[in-house]
């Protein structure tokens, strides 16, 4: 069958409208959208701040997060979602697991799993706030210690509060199924693998898309920051005992002092990096605790050495891995240390984090609605970073695309006062952090709910 030169013009001319018009409805609806989302964060924006200085005054640490996950159970119940509580399963049966999800399913379409960690840190704040933390919480070495939301997560959980509260209310806006998980234990790298060894995906719908965000004291409150592809490292957590012989220091010449030792070992570890790996890898090696000795005339048994390895490239780390082995064994044989006392050295397989990949494909169709929903200048690209997240388990191994984006939370003043003098703004695990909550929590609970509704679309 042939077609006239008329009738192809024709019927060209009435798919390119169709197309138009469909594109017009489209793209009509986004700003509908966008309207409705702002609309529900502004009116919530009061309530949800006093969540965020609530639980920012009341921090918990990795593992013990009970009070935590009760209170998103409870915020994710009140809107309308199917709540699993206490999913997690850890190596030490002493630890319990406090992990929370919640299911909301509206009709046939995608899985959108969104997660906010919820874990505190060991650090004392000092940000002088009226609602800073004067916690204090037994450790999982059984030690006493301040506790502070020093890396943000109070942000994180009050920004799944408030996209739960959006999407909850926008269901004729959206089809599928929405997720939203309170995760623990982050900070020490095994959070996300216990709700995967709990069967997690077993107990909820296995999602089709995996999205979070994080705080940065770096980019200003109000905007967010994209980085597709590779965007965080590989993080690796080592233990090395390093082992002597005990005795009075009056007398070092009959003892193996290991404190001495284990400054020699430190010394020999900086050059891996700078002497061992090529400058186009990214690695970085990091002694973070030394803990030894009881008394000062004592010369002890033993001094503890607590590592992270960060790199992009599995050879990388195994060769940063093998590197502290070797140079812990070599240092201590040249101390003339017996073998029976050569250094132990363990690598911590549980708190492992697998590099962090940003799915480019759902950079390339999220960028445009972040920036319909937040301007343009509000949305900026960055580069890779060398931090380490354990978010990226929940991909399976990339089978799952997963992205996670940078929620500005300096105030422009901060980060102006900053870069003029040279000294960067308090951070993240600094005792000196402080999120702006207001445009923080704005900007974070609208671009959240603007992904969610470009994934879950009609």
């Not at 009709?107 to 004067?134: F, H, N, Q």
């Not at 502070?148 to 909850?168: F, K, N």
């Not at 978010?391 to 870069?419: C, D, N, Q, Y």
């Not at 923080?440 to 609208?446: A, D, E, K, N």
Request: hydrophobic letters at 45%; aromatic letters at 6%.
């Amino acid at each position: 069958m042939s077609i006239a030169p008329r009738q192809l013009i024709f019927y060209i001319t009435l798919l390119l409208g169709a197309f138009l018009a469909q594109t017009s409805l489209a793209s009509a609806s986004s700003s509908t959208n966008d309207i409705a989302v702002r609309q529900l964060v502004e009116k919530n924006l009061p309530s949800l701040i006093t969540y965020y200085t609530t639980l920012h005054a009341a921090p918990e640490l990795s593992h013990q997060e009970a009070h935590t996950a009760e209170g998103i159970a409870q915020e994710l119940r009140f809107a309308g979602f199917e709540v699993i509580e206490h999913i997690g399963k850890y190596e030490s049966s002493k630890l319990k697991p406090s992990g929370v999800a919640g299911v909301l399913k509206n009709g046939p379409g995608p899985t959108v799993l969104i997660r906010a960690d919820m874990d505190a840190l060991p650090i004392e704040e000092k940000t002088g706030l009226p609602y800073a933390s004067t916690r204090r919480m037994t450790a999982d070495s059984g030690v006493e210690v301040p506790v502070m939301h020093a890396c943000g997560h109070d942000i994180h959980v009050t920004s799944l509060v408030g996209v739960a509260r959006v999407m909850s209310k926008l269901k004729n806006n959206w089809h599928g199924t929405l997720v939203l998980i309170g995760q623990p234990a982050e900070e020490t790298m095994d959070g996300a693998l216990s709700l995967l060894h709990d069967n997690l995906y077993g107990r909820i719908p296995k999602p089709d898309f995996a999205l979070a965000l994080h705080d940065s004291a770096d980019v200003p409150a109000g905007s967010i920051s994209l980085t597709p592809g590779y965007t965080l490292a590989m993080s690796t957590q080592m233990d090395v005992t390093v082992r002597g012989v005990s005795g009075h220091s009056s007398r070092p010449e009959a003892a193996k002092d290991p404190i001495v030792l284990a400054a020699n070992i430190i010394m020999q570890l900086q050059t891996i990096v700078s002497r061992e790996i090529s400058p186009f890898d990214q690695a970085v090696l990091t002694v973070g605790t030394i803990h030894g000795g009881i008394k000062r005339n004592i010369i002890p048994d033993e001094v503890k050495l607590e590592i992270n390895l960060r790199a992009y490239k599995e050879d990388v780390r195994q060769h940063l891995i093998e590197a502290v082995v070797r140079i812990s064994r070599a240092a201590a044989l040249g101390a003339g240390m017996p073998e029976d006392r050569l250094p132990v050295v363990r690598v911590i397989e549980n708190e492992f984090a697998p590099a962090l990949f940003n799915d480019e494909a759902l950079y390339i169709r999220l960028k445009p609605a972040f920036e319909r929903a937040l301007g343009k200048a509000h949305v900026a690209k960055q580069d890779p970073a060398m931090a380490g997240e354990d978010f990226g388990h929940l991909g399976l191994e990339r089978s799952i695309p997963v992205f996670m984006f940078w929620l500005g939370a300096a105030t422009p003043e901060a980060l102006g006062k900053a870069k003029a003098s040279g000294i960067a703004n308090p951070g993240l695990h600094s005792s000196g952090f402080a999120p702006d909550p207001e445009p923080t929590l704005r900007t974070g609970v609208i671009a959240m709910s603007t992904a969610a509704l470009e994934l879950l679309a009609h």
